[in-house]
């Protein structure tokens, strides 16, 4: 295939212009808040973009294809393909939007297609070639005469797939299987300027059977029955594809840990906004994926998509979901409720913060994340399931922190999903976010026995090379292995959805601002790149199969199940079927050997109708026998193909915005030293809990999120959203490392304002003491909602000296007077200062010092008191009695006179 590589050297070239003149900027300052900005589509349409993020005058965006899929003369997607003539007829619709403020005049638009791709893994190179590489062109058509600024006009263009039989129109010359990119054209004219070419959009067409030659059966454009064909005796069928599918369910990590005790003493599940609870609801973006599922599990090749697919779940969404399901009060913190009252800041820590507020409807958010998990549970029923990395949380940042309690709640959470799903899923596999796995945090994290699943990037040869996808043994990490899916789907599949993403691993020469494309063309594009395998063994020349009857799984690439020859016209079926065999290194032996594993984003931000038609198409094809469902389980039982490999240690994309460390240069540390320092606060706050209290088995409620907040911080989700991916400041770049940076400062808040709760209170600022045995008094108070164990240290002058307090147990929400017996050596009125500290049971430090202020020495005039009050009730009791014996009335006697 002839390939454009003048517009690839352009686009590659110029990112690294635009990283290079951010990087003579100061990245940093003094605060970790990123001082260089992000490139704007604008600087990037001024670099020569392709394709172009920020057109000046015009936009065009392509709305629909049909068909999605073309297999000879037939739909092979779902849509049904117009005919001319029996040839079927591609149709591209879309929309022209002026999004200058200059009216356009003449609007024209052209449909225009560039050559096949080489093989399944060039099948997104042609997205970022320039116009002039499309040279098989249609005629323009006038859409509008003239466009005002913000107005939009509908288009729709159509093309024979191939020469229609007595026509003269131009076609596509579709007269192969491949993958074949289309391109629509704008042209206008801006008003007061010369005609131009406004913009361009793109997208791929995945042709599994060239049409057929003219003159075979098909129905024309009047509904006329067109001849039939002549008997004919076709070859071996192709061989079919193994599929095999994780289907991601997780949500962007917007909950974020409450100080325990603060709103009330349940424990609550707080939000940072209501994008989970959206999520959630019958429209919502969760729920469609779910209902996607099990709608194409009911569809064409249903059972076998079944077999194919393994759900991919998020535990610290279904943990989330379920405690919003069972009652859990909900709170949305997102900054705008009122502020907390003075009275409370004192006792809650949150000093400067505002009163989350509750959903509208807390009723419908229950019964929405109630009737979710049962169609979740009712999807996953019997079938496969795995876990995801909690929070989708950045693996590599994990290995550094080194924290066996964050590892396992990274990892380590399959009883989390079987308790709220009833599925136990697989053991021993690790899916990280970002695709790829770096030696040493596979070192780190996967112990004996372990898969990773990751992109073919991530991997290396003995000799250095990507290997193929498959699977691939980690020499140095004795039975680690690594499950690779290919570079290229898993861009096409990140690259869908609302918010799509160039995934770290992809290939910096093929990465463009996505949003140039609109989220149809942008899927078309995903669906073509899954089916772009089945292109590669249709498309196998006679040269590149090899004799049928070889040895099933041979070293030639044999397929045992394969279809074998069909019957000639006129001939008994015959039962016997014979294994197709495709040579060694060509790509029709790579695709029927490694098939398809389709990993999206774990995030995904696709929505239902969109998720159904690419179930939809693979159920198609399964149905059509040209895949094959290959469950998860079999894959990561398979053989090795590459048994000494290596994990890379830069992978591809390694000036990932996300990945570059908000607190590289900052004085307070790096984030794993910041996380570490958070982990130390949350071990304290569980040092605390009084264990022998039955009261105390609800802490874990209120403690574990914090654990949790510290992988939600470090979450991947969105680093490379927007943007093209390629350089350090693109994109959300700037917003991930913000993110992190907010996330972290809040967690540490938060524990600060947790321990602040248990606190001494002294009785006032100078004690004076009555006697040189008078004990010392303090109020140690708890603010936690569970009860706690704490130890009172205290430093004393040497003439003052005081009993040690030890343990003292507080109730949960409670407090306790203590009394320290104290003996003063100290005379003449002298002031001591005595200090007292909390701390854990195994003497962590819980608060500062508390000093309290001891008057010493002033005996002889307590003593002096208490000699004048003795003499006072002697004269007073003498009194008395003698004035009894007198017979006198004591007033106080009145009434009571015997």
């Not at 006009?153 to 074949?180: H, I, K, N, R, W």
């Not at 909900?330 to 400067?352: K, Y």
């Amino acid at each position: 295939m002839t390939r454009s590589p003048g517009a690839r050297v352009i686009r590659a070239l110029v990112p690294v212009t635009l990283s290079a003149a951010l990087a003579a900027a100061p990245l940093w300052g003094v605060s970790p808040i990123p001082s260089a900005q992000a490139i704007t589509p604008e600087q990037a349409t001024a670099a020569g973009y392709i394709p172009n993020p920020a057109p000046a005058f015009a936009r065009i965006a392509i709305d629909e294809v049909t068909p999605r899929v073309l297999a000879g003369n037939t739909s092979g997607g779902g849509m049904a393909a117009g005919t001319e003539s029996g040839v079927p007829v591609v149709t591209v619709s879309g929309t022209v939007t002026n999004v200058g403020d200059t009216p356009l005049e003449a609007v024209d638009v052209r449909l225009q297609r560039g050559p096949r791709a080489a093989d399944a893994s060039a099948a997104r190179d042609a997205l970022v070639w320039s116009e002039p590489s499309f040279g098989v062109r249609g005629e323009f058509v006038r859409v509008s005469e003239s466009l005002a600024p913000g107005e939009s006009v509908p288009f729709s263009l159509s093309m024979p797939a191939s020469a229609v039989p007595g026509g003269t129109d131009p076609d596509l010359q579709l007269t192969e299987p491949g993958v074949y990119p289309l391109l629509v054209n704008l042209n206008g004219t801006p008003q007061g300027a010369a005609p131009a070419r406004l913009d361009d959009a793109r997208t791929l067409l995945p042709v599994l059977e060239a049409p057929r030659p003219s003159g075979l059966s098909g129905i024309d454009d009047d509904d006329e029955i067109a001849p039939a064909p002549p008997a004919v005796t076709p070859g071996p069928a192709p061989a079919s594809v193994p599929l095999t599918i994780l289907w991601p369910l997780a949500s962007a990590p917007t909950r974020i840990a409450a100080v325990p005790g603060a709103d009330g003493p349940d424990p609550v599940v707080m939000l940072t906004n209501g994008s989970l609870l959206d999520e959630l609801a019958d429209t919502g973006r969760l729920t469609g994926l779910v209902r996607a599922a099990d709608e194409a599990f009911s569809g064409p090749g249903g059972q076998e998509l079944r077999r194919a697919t393994c759900l991919a779940v998020d535990p610290d969404l279904v943990g989330t979901v379920s405690q919003i399901a069972d009652g859990r009060t909900v709170l949305i913190d997102d900054g705008n409720g009122p502020v907390v009252p003075e009275d409370e800041r004192s006792r809650s820590g949150r000093e400067g913060e505002r009163r989350p507020s509750t959903p509208a409807d807390p009723g419908t958010v229950a019964a929405d994340a109630g009737r979710w998990l049962d169609e979740l549970r009712a999807l996953a029923d019997g079938g496969c399931v795995v876990s995801l990395p909690t929070a989708q949380a950045d693996l590599e940042t994990v290995a550094q922190v080194g924290s066996p309690d964050l590892t396992r709640a990274a990892l380590d959470r399959g009883e989390m999903i079987e308790r709220v799903i009833g599925v136990e899923p697989l053991s021993n596999v690790v899916v990280p976010a970002s695709g790829t796995l770096t030696p040493g945090a596979a070192t780190a994290l996967t112990g004996q026995g372990s898969t990773a699943i990751v992109a073919a990037a991530s991997t290396r040869t003995d000799t250095g090379l990507v290997p193929p996808p498959g699977m691939v043994g980690l020499a140095g990490t004795p039975g680690a292995r690594a499950l690779t899916y290919s570079d290229t789907v898993g861009s096409a599949l990140a690259a869908t959805g609302e918010v799509p993403e160039n995934p770290r691993y992809s290939d910096p020469t093929t990465r463009y601002w996505l949003t140039a494309d609109s989220a149809q063309a942008r899927l078309q594009d995903a669906r073509a790149s899954l089916l772009a395998p089945l292109v590669d063994v249709a498309d196998a020349a006679p040269s590149d199969a090899g004799p049928a009857g070889g040895s099933a799984a041979g070293p030639a690439g044999t397929l045992a199940d394969a279809a074998g020859a069909a019957p000639a016209a006129g001939d008994e079926a015959s039962d016997t079927t014979e294994p197709t065999t495709f040579v060694p290194g060509t790509p029709a032996a790579a695709a029927v050997e490694q098939g398809v594993l389709a990993v999206p984003p774990q995030v995904w931000s696709i929505d239902r109708d969109s998720a159904g038609s690419l179930l939809e198409t693979l159920g198609e094809q399964l149905s059509a026998g040209r895949m094959r469902a290959t469950p998860l389980p079999d894959r990561l039982g398979g053989p090795v193909t590459v048994p000494d490999g290596s994990l890379a240690p830069d992978p591809t994309g390694a000036t990932d915005p996300g990945e570059v460390d908000p607190f590289a240069r900052d004085p307070g540390g790096s984030t794993a030293q910041r996380l570490t320092a958070a982990l130390d606060g949350i071990g304290t706050l569980r040092s605390l809990v009084d264990t022998s209290d039955p009261t105390s088995s609800g802490a874990a409620d209120h403690l574990d999120p914090l654990l949790g907040d510290a992988l939600r911080a470090i979450s991947t989700t969105g680093r490379r959203a927007g943007g093209d991916g390629v350089t350090v400041e693109s994109g959300t770049g700037s917003a991930a490392r913000l993110r992190i940076v907010n996330r972290l400062d809040r967690l540490r808040d938060t524990i600060d304002a947790s321990l602040a709760r248990v606190d001494l209170l002294p009785p006032g600022s100078v004690f004076t003491m009555a006697s040189p045995n008078s004990p010392l008094l303090l109020v140690i108070r708890n603010g936690l909602p569970f009860p706690v164990r704490v130890d009172v240290d205290v430093a004393a002058p040497e003439d003052l000296h005081v009993d040690p307090v030890g343990t003292v147990q507080l109730p949960a929400a409670g407090s306790r007077t203590l009394q320290a017996p104290t003996q003063s050596d100290a005379g003449g009125g002298a002031r001591r200062a005595v200090s007292f500290a909390l701390t854990t049971p195994d003497g962590r430090p819980l608060s500062q010092p508390v000093e309290l202020s001891v008057q010493t020495g002033g005996y002889p005039v307590a003593q002096a008191f208490a000699l004048a009050a003795a003499a006072l009730a002697l004269v007073l009791g003498g009194r008395r009695y003698l004035r009894y014996r007198r017979g006198i009335l004591d007033p106080a006697d009145e009434g009571h006179r015997p």
